[in-house]
């Protein structure tokens, strides 16, 4: 990976590199062939303007925890978030536990508008040991990673501890309670299919189930009742929202309460059905850490 960095590959090089690795984890994991959903890919994840999803996400950020100056982006893959977080002028890290990922990361620092020591900004790290001390950051974000994991509690513990008080955490990632879709293999599912069932469907449809057997079936409630607990286990005071609800609640001049959950039912409804057997519905949490 260090004589990677050190070749300065040509803007080309680095797609071709990033393609050809892609290409190989996507047919073994997912079964995807489709070369050009595959070149999309490749290119939102090279992208530096930020409308492949980063600007989305420094936005969701700057609204949610005005004050983050220092970021920590928990699964960074080939680093196209850090990377735009640091030229809209945070103090951003990322950890990555493939190592062709992060070699991406490492060769993309070498172009004439990217900063030689961005370069060690991604780090080796799983989310179960997270490298940084205790209070670290102002805000942790993960994408589509927590699905990912080998131990939701371990991580969400240490993504807890090392964030500071009066910072938090940023989580987006597939909530399988609800998604009528499976983004990874692009298939219509069912809400927790999973196990035996998952993998005759899979096989049917002429998928592997590998991908399949390393998913962790995540969704909001799940998440927000680890994260409670792995606070109240070490002490820490957090409030868990539902950012989506929030700011329908906003959009309505609604307060949270019985009457708010029933009158904004329809919305969510509306909002379900728009990505019904299309795309995943999401888990969109914001973790606030009141205090340590």
């Given at each position: ?32 062939t489709?070369s ?67 070699a ?71 909530d ?51 994260f ?15 950012v ?43 973790v ?5």
């Open positions: 990976m260090k004589s990677a960095y050190n070749e300065k590959m040509s803007g080309a090089e680095v797609r071709s590199f990033l393609l050809r690795h892609l290409t190989r984890e996507a047919a073994d994991f997912w079964g995807e489709d050009t959903y595959l070149a999309r890919v490749a290119d939102d994840w090279l992208d530096t303007t930020g409308k492949s999803g980063s600007a989305w996400r420094i936005e969701k950020i700057r609204s949610l925890f005005p004050d983050a100056e220092r970021i920590l982006d928990m699964g960074a893959g080939c680093g196209t978030f850090v990377h735009y977080a640091l030229r809209q002028g945070y103090e951003a890290y990322g950890i990555e536990p493939e190592p062709w990922k992060r991406v990361a490492l060769m993309q620092c070498c172009a004439p508008d990217m900063k030689a020591e961005w370069a060690s900004r991604v780090l080796s790290a799983v989310g179960e040991r997270l490298p940084f001390a205790d209070d670290s950051f102002d805000c942790i974000a993960t994408f589509q990673t927590l699905e990912h994991v080998q131990d939701l509690h371990v991580c969400c513990s240490e993504m807890l501890r090392v964030v500071r008080p009066g910072g938090g955490i940023h989580v987006r990632c597939p399988y309670s609800l998604s009528t879709y499976e983004g990874h293999y692009r298939l219509p599912w069912l809400p927790w299919l999973r196990g035996p069932m998952a993998e005759r469907y899979l096989r049917l449809c002429g998928k592997p189930v590998k991908g399949l057997r390393s998913l962790q079936f995540v969704s909001a409630r799940m998440l927000a009742e680890i409670t607990a792995a606070a109240k286990e070490a002490g820490i005071k957090v409030r868990v929202i539902n989506d609800y929030q700011r329908v609640l906003r959009m309505f001049h609604l307060r949270d309460g019985v009457l708010a959950r029933l009158l904004t039912r329809p919305a969510f409804f509306i909002h379900y059905l728009r990505f019904l057997f299309r795309a995943d519905y999401a888990v969109h949490l914001a606030h850490v009141d205090g340590k």
